[in-house]
């Protein structure tokens, strides 16, 4: 066995005590394993424990061998600080410890983990009929709820319609099952109560995922839905997740716990026994706080056990996070009755229990209150059976209102169009605003209790909500498989490199600090960031056309996870997780007519008519899909490996096209050879790796041929491509820049595609000369442009981050003279410069809030910047000086 077979794991976050179970994924070098059927992948720590792992791969090098794959442990009760993967026999012998198993009867899916026993139903408003814990029944009747209003939003409303809607169940299946771990895919769309679904209403689509780890009462819930509402008609009130909860205690040995900041709760008996006139007994007030059993009532002081019907019972509560920074609770005894207020305070940590000393649930949401208007309600704990609903989006909140933001200002033809977009850089046109297709993904976890659980339980469980643990190998191991194309790790070995990763890192934490003091949290934006700034009234440009939400422009998706991957750290992880969350579900349409496609940068997420693959990209989404094995951003890549056919729907270029070469009837179109074969070429790649398909194979590698068989190349700006065969129209002589063209990912996976080509002898023609021929000459002067290709080629722009480009061809020909240019093209301080990194505290009474400006900034030059620094530093770090 090989040191390749062999890698060291630690925690991404240093988990606080046992978790439930972990999936992550794994790069391989090329030929290390070749048949997954004969390889045994377990785990170890130094203490000696051994244990099994589920593996499956999740893509393929050329040659066939494996790239990547997933794993999966079951609990483990005490995590060690890091594993050693190995590929081999189980040194242990058979392993031993609980399993999970699946058994499939006629009406239900029935999954065991050795810790809790969950019943799946195929049909129905019943999504989870039963969750079973030592036996003993703690919730059944887990479903979908949803909330449709059908009038407008309106403060003065006198009538407001309103109509309750139930996930409705039309299959589940197994995506994935092993000894440590399940996977089940449940599918469905919501419908009104009656059962019959109405036309007049959205049905919103849904998939939910379970995951079941082997002896964990905890299972994880991914829930995905996509809007597919009337914007002008539908606004959704609520939207949540219910289950019922028997109560089968006494009332004063039932419970509720509600999350508020991290490690505090509400800590409440439904009937409680503390701060009355009489005292029961120290020892009952204080196992009640506890949330053991009080005994007997009659071993009680009788002046409180004879008088318990005069106490009342709490039967509802309800903690509302109708804000980023400001929660309530409130509570009653039961329907027909006053609220009384609890408290409050800033962010929850959004979980909640509801059960009895003989065990309940406990439900909880990660980004509880980042992606507020969030609620968790108790209803009915007084009774026999207890409902315990997390609402998604708060029925408290104002119904969310996604119709467009302006009536279009008289922009009904391009020509005014394309006048707006010179003010306010909005590119808008009629009926392209709609969010018909967006969809959103929140991460839950759901555990059945035996008992009303501890403080310290509580936390831990809120905790492993909101940080989902994950196993991760260190930079230097992921730079040595080669993946992802031109990076390496961290290095501060000499003062200037040192000087550059600072101003790295200061750039991250500008964006990191901005998120929070700006506030960018909310139902469909939380993961986003803002494009622009303006100076004069000390805000990012949130009302200002198309500078306001980036939507992945000028790739920051990129920025981030090369950041992760050559500095390993968590925090830069997290931020890229909830960027990649955001862009790849709000900023992509995933049905109707656009789906595949994502919207340029605007005022809101879906508002410009900019449908494009820059922005859905598959490359902003396949690393962090790699390392984490994620299965939902899995289903995500799945909608784009037809990606090309889309633009037969939409032309990019409709509003400027000022040529004859239009796209074809129904065979062909125009594509454009950067932003648009950019995001193609990813999302072939990704189909490939991930599928061994030969037609996603030869949809790569054909177009890379006849982009080196054009004259100029990828200086050519676009061609003609035959949706037939497959291939692109190499005739065409013409130069047209665009500095736009390798800002979009496109750098990335070229240099991927030529490291594979390079490495596995596959054919690529003269693809290499034509993309050295394009990072030589973009930055070019004009006169040896002119000497080359006959004419200058205009569009020099983004100085900073085009560098890389001189980089490439400076390390690719080792030519030193290059290297220097591509040094001195970067700290040209086109986008960003010294003043930059100047932090300054805006505190003016104009502003809602005092902030952090750093002068110059722009989100498109941040991410040039960075991206431009670290593909440098990776490439000429020898040669700076």
């Known amino acids: 066995m090989t040191d390749d077979l062999a890698v060291d794991l630690h925690w991404l976050e240093p988990p606080a005590g046992s978790v439930p179970g972990v999936t992550w994924g794994m790069p391989w070098q090329p030929g290390a394993l070749t048949d997954p059927a004969q390889a045994s992948f377990h785990v170890s720590a130094a203490s000696g424990e051994q244990r099994l792992v589920d593996s499956w791969v999740t893509a393929r090098w050329p040659d066939g061998s494996i790239k990547w794959t997933g794993h999966a442990i079951g609990r483990l009760d005490q995590p060690a600080d890091g594993y050693r993967l190995t590929v081999g026999s189980f040194a242990g012998g058979s392993p031993t410890g609980a399993r999970v198993s699946v058994e499939h009867t ?37 479903r979908l709820i949803s909330l449709i209003q059908t009038t407008p939003p309106d403060e003065e409303a006198v009538r407001v319609d309103r109509v309750q809607c139930t996930g409705h169940v039309t299959g589940i299946k197994v995506e994935r099952h092993g000894d ?94 503390t701060g009355l006139r009489r005292d029961p007994g120290a020892d009952v007030r204080a196992a009640q706080l506890a949330g053991r059993s009080c005994g007997d009532p ?53 979980f909640a229990y509801a059960g009895g000393v003989s065990g309940g649930i406990g439900i909880g949401l990660r980004d509880f209150w980042q992606s507020y208007p969030t609620q968790l309600d ?42 707006g977009l010179e003010v306010t850089y909005e590119d808008y046109e009629p009926g392209f605003g709609t969010p018909y297709g967006i969809a959103r993904t929140h991460e839950l976890m759901l555990v059945a209790y035996d008992c009303t659980p501890s403080a310290e339980h509580l936390t831990r469980h809120a905790g492993l909500t909101e940080l989902q643990p994950l196993l991760a190998t260190d930079p230097v191991y992921l730079h040595r498989v080669g993946v992802f194309g031109d990076w390496a790790p961290v ?31 909310g139902f469909w934006h939380y993961g986003d960031i803002m494009h622009s700034y303006d100076v004069d009234r000390h805000t990012w440009r949130y009302d200002i056309g198309g500078y306001a939400w980036d939507n992945s422009e000028l790739s920051p998706d990129l920025w981030l996870w090369q950041a992760y991957l050559r500095s390993g750290r968590a925090d830069v992880f997290r931020f890229a ?32 008519s900019a449908k494009q693959l820059r922005i859905s990209n598959a490359g902003y989404r396949r690393i962090f899909y790699y390392l984490t094995a994620d299965d939902r951003v899995g289903e995500l890549l799945d909608e784009l490996v037809d990606s090309e056919r889309l633009l037969l729907e939409v032309d990019p270029n409709r509003k400027v096209r000022d040529d004859a070469y239009l796209p074809g009837a129904e065979t062909a179109m125009a594509i454009g050879l950067g932003t648009d074969f950019g995001a193609l070429a990813a999302a072939w790649l990704t189909a490939w790796e991930r599928t061994g398909d030969p037609v996603a194979r030869d949809k790569l590698l054909n177009p890379l041929r006849d982009i080196g068989a054009l004259r100029f190349g990828f200086l050519t700006g676009q061609a003609l491509y035959d949706l037939t065969t497959g291939r692109f129209d190499s005739s065409r002589e013409q130069i047209k820049v665009s500095h736009l063209n390798a800002v979009f990912g496109l750098v990335e996976v070229c240099s991927e595609v030529i490291a594979l080509a390079d490495r596995f002898d596959l054919d690529i023609g003269d693809f290499r000369a034509a993309w050295l021929q394009y990072c030589r000459l973009f930055l070019a002067d004009p006169q040896t442009q002119q ?11 983004l100085i900073q981050g085009h560098s890389r480009l001189t980089a490439y ?24 410069g010294e003043e930059t990194f100047q932090l300054q505290r805006a505190d003016s009474p104009n502003m809602i809030t005092p902030a952090d400006e750093a002068p110059g900034i722009s989100t498109n030059g941040a991410a040039q910047f960075a991206l431009a620094a670290m593909q440098n530093l990776a490439l000429i770090g020898d040669q700076l000086h």
């Open 809 to 832: 061809a400076a390390r690719a020909l080792g030519d030193r003279e290059l290297a220097a240019r591509a040094w001195a093209e970067f700290n040209s301080g086109d986008r960003i």
């Open 577 to 608: 997780e909830a960027l990649t969350r955001h862009t790849g579900e709000v900023d992509v349409y995933h049905l109707g007519r656009w789906r595949g496609l994502g919207t340029r940068h605007n005022v809101q997420h879906w508002g410009c």
């Open 106 to 142: 006629e009406t239900t899916v029935i999954v065991d983990t050795g810790a809790l026993r969950l019943e799946l139903a195929r049909r129905g408003s019943q999504i989870i009929t039963a969750l079973t814990r030592s036996g003993r029944l703690v919730g059944a009747n887990g």
């Open 491 to 521: 290095d501060r070995s000499t003062p200037v490199r040192a000087t550059l990763e600072d101003r790295l890192d200061q750039l991250f934490a500008f964006y990191a600090g901005q998120r929070e003091q700006r506030r960018w949290y």
């Open 180 to 273: 440590q771990h399940a996977v089940l895919r449940i599918a469905g769309h919501h419908e009104v109560q009656s059962g019959t679904a109405s036309g007049e209403l959205p049905r919103l689509p849904f998939v939910l995922r379970v995951y079941a780890y082997a002896g964990s009462p905890e299972l994880r819930l991914v829930h995905s839905f996509t809007w597919d509402g009337d914007e002008h008609r539908h606004f959704l009130a609520g939207l949540g997740i219910r289950f019922d909860v028997p109560m089968v205690d006494p009332l004063h040995d039932r419970h509720v716990r509600l999350a508020g900041p991290s490690g505090h709760f509400l800590t409440e008996a439904v009937r409680g026994l």
């Open 298 to 350: 009659s071993r009680w002081n009788p002046e409180v056990a004879n008088r318990l019907g005069r106490i009342p019972a709490w039967g509802d509560y309800t903690l509302a996070q109708l804000s980023s920074d400001g929660f309530t609770l409130r509570k009653r005894t039961e329907p027909g009755h006053g609220w009384v207020d609890v408290g409050g305070g800033n962010r929850s940590a959004g």
């Open 787 to 797: 000497r080359e290709v006959g004419q200058p080629l205009g569009g020099r722009s």
């Open 378 to 419: 108790i209803r009915g704990a007084a009774s026999e059976r207890a409902s315990l609903t997390l609402w998604l989006y708060s029925p408290q909140a104002n119904p969310m209102d996604l119709r467009f933001y302006h009536d279009g200002m008289g922009q009904d033809d391009y020509a005014s169009q394309l006048d």
